[in-house]
């Protein structure tokens, strides 16, 4: 809103002349004007009689005004409102160990025209925040209560004048309003669980890392408002996500998990159950439980696990709670809540918080809202926030969605409690995000074993001197002056000490009661896969030739008053009519076939990724466009028979937090298949921390399995070093201990298979798919009706070309694209003693299989032949576990870059390839 210190400044006579013109027409005014005059007529009516029909014309009158009423001072009045409202929060005292620096707010009073002789005179503009006419004195007192205590407000970029008002009233009306003294129980009770929690660890386990939460204690009291709100607003399940600090302390006194099994695994005396992976450190595990509000309400928490790639669980959370919204809440987004707890340095650091944001209003990402906790202490591992981040707070970033930030003392904890109850309101009300900046510090080092005064001296030095949240409170209690809130300040620090010894004595704590929810009951009927379980695959992965020609022609149709672009309908015709003349499916259509016949069966499928609704190769069209209203149409939306739901998505353009997006909401359902393609391959490589941390070794660190796809464009095109690899050596060097699956598809039907298997198996595993692009029209890609309704995925695929397998005297084994250019070549130049393999699975790699062709193949000599350089592709992976395989390699020269940037060079080096597979 305007700081009408443009109005400010005008003459009397226009400033009047103004509100006349506003008196006799609203609507000829600037809206905000109008917005002004409105509230200033609300003023004066408190008072006076505003206005008089004139006796002239009947038109209305300025109201008869006392004659002291000066409108300019009035107009200031209001822009000092408005200057609070805005710039408030640039000086509100919410750093608890230091002053704040000056950042230029402008809010003393003579910067609104104002001297120390003003403050007892009174002003209408008091209306404006609910005091009536009074002096200047007690709005600003007013002022400096709800805006610039130890609560600051950030707000002044939001449009939505609905918002607005809500923070507004809660600031001003709301906030200063005295806690009950059972709130204040409660409060004072999780404070001292988690000041207990930290003194016990300090004593029992000196010099351990526990990346403690001392000095942020108050994130205790907060995490419970907001379930304790969330659960009174019909929030039936909150997904958290956070890093390492303070992650025990969560886990022992939100979550309810017990000392004892928190420090059996301090003291390595937890059984280790390694039957599904290796484990991962005590501070990164997840947990999940089910807790009774102070209503008696129950809600359901999940703790997400997370690497320590700080943020990187983010994108995580927000889609397992869209995964949770739509499987077990109908898409009722008010049910499901997710909180971020972020760090000061990540959250400005971490390029994939914005990703995560700008998430956070797609149809495709939608939450209904994230709250975003921050633990702020101005600090990270050493580094001083000067020289972490350019903005002026590290939540800057709200602002891009209009997500308004509180910033908050965190010695303060009534107050961090109330900030967080009106964002817990908020999020419920609008489905926003919002951000709490608590400001805290961090009492020790990054770690335990740390010493933070080698870089901040100074800081710590005040530090140590500062007493804990919990002491803090209890102070203010006591010198409160209210005799009930004293006496349950010493109550209750009568009982802290009572339960800290009672905890040091390690006297037994009962776990939560736990009720599985579906999805994790669909877990539990899943197993770990076997090694023998990749010697074949399963049959079940064929259709029957009614599901097949019912999902065939519902594809291929649309509504009627439905009508498709004419080069669409084309495309779409062309398929139809390959099918009825050569009885075969192209490559997209293998696909949709493979997704609608999983809808038929009851399973939802989902994909995203930057333009997969119409495919970056103008292949898939799964959603078309009416030519005329622009309206989409969803080509599986109209299968009978099924309730279940083909979500597909065109993404922003990012890779790292689509990625993981993705990833949790196939963390959440197991049921369904869920996707993810790269627009080329290449640039997967954005989302190296997902796939690395999560993707690859999420099963053996945290003992939970996951299906997601990746769908990763690759091949060898001449398009250049930044679209023809999607990097499969990196993906391959990944590969140990059945933790995922690498293939490189060549046919419809056996692409059809793999994403059917997915959810066929007993048991999940990533899926990473090396997909086609020119190839996606090769005829020879395209597969015969029977490849779908009988038969299963082929690891293996050997060469039917040849005849006798005693007169083969090479055998050249690949994967992939170059396989067309070498049958091309074999079948152009009649070769039978030639015979071509294609290993369609690369991990688990089909050992069996490959071992029998070996020996049937027993004459021949054999080799590896791949379009990647040698340093690149599966050749090393091959060498290193095709051990009892004596074999050459084919390849392009070893190289730093992927491919030539030169189509000529990229034609020879291809030419002397498949020269070279045939002569050698």
């Known amino acids: 809103m305007k700081d009408f210190s443009f109005i400010t400044s005008s003459s009397p006579a226009y400033i009047e002349s103004l509100y006349q013109d506003f008196v006799k027409d609203p609507g000829s005014v600037d809206p905000e004007y109008r917005k002004f005059f409105e509230g200033f007529d609300f003023a004066i009516n408190g008072d006076l009689p505003a206005v008089r029909p004139s006796s002239d014309n009947g038109t209305t009158a300025l109201a008869g005004l006392p004659p002291d009423f000066d409108i300019q001072k009035e107009i200031s009045a209001y822009r000092l409102i408005l200057g609070y409202r805005n710039k408030g929060h640039l000086v509100a005292k919410t750093n608890p160990i230091r002053k704040r620096r000056d950042r230029g707010a402008n809010l003393d009073l003579a910067f609104f025209g104002f001297t120390e002789a003003d403050l007892d005179r009174k002003f209408h503009a008091g209306h404006r925040v609910g005091l009536g006419t009074t002096e200047l004195r007690n709005i600003l007192n007013h002022l400096q209560n709800a805006y610039a205590s130890h609560v600051g407000i950030e707000f002044k970029y939001i449009s939505d004048q609905t918002k607005v008002d809500f923070l507004t009233n809660a600031m001003e009306k709301e906030f200063t309003k005295d806690l009950p003294l059972e709130k204040r129980r409660r409060?004072?009770?999780?404070?001292?669980?988690?000041?207990?929690?930290?003194?016990?660890?300090?004593?029992?386990?000196?010099?351990?890392?526990?990346?403690?939460?001392?000095?942020?204690?108050?994130?205790?009291?907060?995490?419970?408002?907001?379930?304790?709100?969330?659960?009174?607003?019909?929030?039936?399940?909150?997904?958290?996500?956070?890093?390492?600090?303070?992650?025990?302390?969560?886990?022992?006194?939100?979550?309810?998990?017990?000392?004892?099994?928190?420090?059996?695994?301090?003291?390595?005396?937890?059984?280790?159950?390694?039957?599904?992976?290796?484990?991962?450190?005590?501070?990164?595990?997840?947990?999940?439980?089910?807790?009774?509000?102070?209503?008696?309400?129950?809600?359901?928490?999940?703790?997400?696990?997370?690497?320590?790639?700080?943020?990187?669980?983010?994108?995580?959370?927000?889609?397992?709670?869209?995964?949770?919204?739509?499987?077990?809440?109908?898409?009722?987004?008010?049910?499901?809540?997710?909180?971020?707890?972020?760090?000061?340095?990540?959250?400005?650091?971490?390029?994939?918080?914005?990703?995560?944001?700008?998430?956070?209003?797609?149809?495709?990402?939608?939450?209904?809202?994230?709250?975003?906790?921050?633990?702020?202490?101005?600090?990270?591992?050493?580094?001083?926030?000067?020289?972490?981040?350019?903005?002026?707070?590290?939540?800057?970033?709200?602002?891009?969605?209009?997500?308004?930030?509180?910033?908050?003392?965190?010695?303060?904890?009534?107050?961090?409690?109330?900030?967080?109850?009106?964002?817990?309101?908020?999020?419920?009300?609008?489905?926003?995000?919002?951000?709490?900046?608590?400001?805290?510090?961090?009492?020790?080092?990054?770690?335990?074993?740390?010493?933070?005064?080698?870089?901040?001296?100074?800081?710590?030095?005040?530090?140590?001197?500062?007493?804990?949240?919990?002491?803090?409170?209890?102070?203010?209690?006591?010198?409160?002056?209210?005799?009930?809130?004293?006496?349950?300040?010493?109550?209750?620090?009568?009982?802290?000490?009572?339960?800290?010894?009672?905890?040091?004595?390690?006297?037994?704590?009962?776990?939560?009661?736990?009720?599985?929810?579906?999805?994790?009951?669909?877990?539990?009927?899943?197993?770990?896969?076997?090694?023998?379980?990749?010697?074949?695959?399963?049959?079940?992965?064929?259709?029957?030739?009614?599901?097949?020609?019912?999902?065939?022609?519902?594809?291929?149709?649309?509504?009627?008053?439905?009508?498709?672009?004419?080069?669409?309908?084309?495309?779409?015709?062309?398929?139809?009519?390959?099918?009825?003349?050569?009885?075969?499916?192209?490559?997209?259509?293998?696909?949709?076939?493979?997704?609608?016949?999983?809808?038929?069966?009851?399973?939802?499928?989902?994909?995203?990724?930057?333009?997969?609704?119409?495919?970056?190769?103008?292949?898939?069209?799964?959603v078309l466009r009416d030519e005329v209203t622009d309206k989409p149409y969803n080509r599986l939306s109209r299968i009978e028979g099924t309730t279940a739901q083909f979500r597909i998505f065109n993404s922003l353009l990012s890779e790292y937090g689509v990625l993981g997006f993705e990833y949790g909401y196939a963390f959440a359902s197991p049921n369904s298949l869920v996707l993810w393609e790269a627009q080329f391959g290449d640039f997967c490589n954005g989302a190296q921390t997902m796939i690395d941390q999560f993707i690859a070794a999420g099963e053996q660190k945290w003992n939970r399995m996951n299906g997601v796809v990746m769908l990763l464009p690759h091949g060898y095109e001449g398009q250049g070093p930044e679209h023809s690899s999607a990097r499969l050596e990196r993906f391959l060097q990944m590969c140990a201990e059945l933790n995922m699956v690498i293939t490189n598809i060549t046919t419809a039907a056996n692409f059809f298979h793999a994403l059917r298997r997915q959810i066929k198996w007993p048991f999940r595993k990533p899926m990473i798919n090396f997909s086609p692009k020119a190839n996606l029209r090769l005829p020879d890609s395209y597969s015969e009706k029977a490849a779908f309704t009988s038969g299963q995925f082929q690891e293996v695929i050997d060469d039917v070309f040849v005849g006798d397998a005693a007169s083969v005297k090479k055998v050249l084994f690949c994967s992939g694209k170059v396989y067309f250019d070498l049958a091309a070549k074999q079948h152009k130049d009649g070769v039978k003693d030639v015979a071509i393999i294609r290993v369609e699975q690369l991990y688990p790699l089909p050992q069996k299989q490959l071992d029998n062709l070996y020996r049937k193949y027993n004459k021949a000599t054999w080799f590896w032949v791949q379009e990647e350089p040698l340093n690149m592709g599966a050749a090393s992976f091959l060498k290193m576990n095709l051990a009892n395989i004596n074999f050459g390699v084919i390849s392009r020269q070893p190289s730093a870059s992927t491919a030539t940037g030169y189509m000529k060079v990229h034609t020879q080096e291809q030419s002397e390839i498949i020269e070279t597979a045939f002569g050698i």
């Open 187 to 622: 409060i004072l009770e999780k404070l001292n669980q988690g000041v207990i929690f930290e003194k016990f660890l300090h004593t029992k386990y000196i010099g351990q890392k526990r990346f403690s939460l001392e000095g942020g204690e108050t994130t205790i009291a907060a995490l419970d408002a907001i379930i304790n709100t969330a659960g009174s607003m019909g929030v039936k399940e909150v997904v958290i996500g956070m890093a390492h600090r303070g992650r025990l302390n969560i886990l022992a006194n939100i979550l309810g998990k017990t000392y004892e099994h928190i420090f059996s695994e301090f003291e390595g005396t937890a059984v280790m159950d390694q039957t599904m992976g290796s484990g991962d450190v005590k501070y990164h595990m997840g947990y999940s439980s089910d807790v009774k509000t102070d209503e008696g309400k129950t809600v359901h928490l999940k703790l997400a696990p997370n690497p320590s790639h700080l943020e990187a669980v983010d994108p995580v959370v927000v889609g397992l709670a869209r995964a949770k919204a739509d499987i077990l809440y109908n898409s009722n987004y008010d049910q499901i809540l997710p909180i971020l707890i972020h760090g000061d340095a990540s959250i400005a650091g971490q390029g994939i918080v914005y990703e995560v944001l700008q998430m956070s209003k797609l149809e495709g990402y939608y939450t209904g809202g994230t709250i975003h906790f921050v633990i702020n202490n101005q600090i990270g591992f050493t580094t001083d926030f000067d020289d972490a981040r350019s903005s002026d707070y590290c939540t800057s970033l709200a602002a891009t969605v209009q997500a308004p930030v509180l910033h908050v003392n965190g010695d303060d904890a009534e107050a961090v409690v109330k900030c967080v109850e009106i964002a817990t309101r908020y999020r419920q009300q609008f489905n926003s995000d919002i951000f709490i900046d608590m400001v805290c510090y961090r009492r020790h080092g990054h770690n335990e074993g740390d010493d933070p005064k080698f870089t901040q001296p100074g800081l710590y030095a005040l530090i140590d001197k500062h007493q804990n949240p919990r002491e803090v409170y209890t102070h203010f209690l006591m010198e409160d002056g209210n005799e009930n809130a004293r006496g349950l300040a010493q109550e209750m620090e009568k009982k802290f000490w009572a339960d800290l010894q009672e905890r040091l004595d390690e006297v037994k704590q009962n776990p939560l009661p736990y009720k599985y929810q579906q999805p994790e009951l669909a877990w539990k009927s899943l197993r770990r896969a076997v090694e023998t379980d990749f010697d074949r695959s399963p049959d079940s992965t064929a259709i029957t030739v009614e599901a097949f020609d019912k999902l065939f022609d519902a594809i291929m149709q649309w509504p009627d008053d439905f009508k498709p672009l004419k080069k669409v309908e084309k495309i779409i015709q062309d398929k139809v009519r390959l099918f009825r003349e050569e009885g075969k499916l192209d490559w997209a259509t293998g696909e949709l076939m493979a997704y609608a016949s999983l809808l038929l069966e009851g399973h939802d499928v989902r994909m995203s990724g930057q333009d997969v609704r119409r495919g970056t190769f103008s292949h898939r069209h799964a």
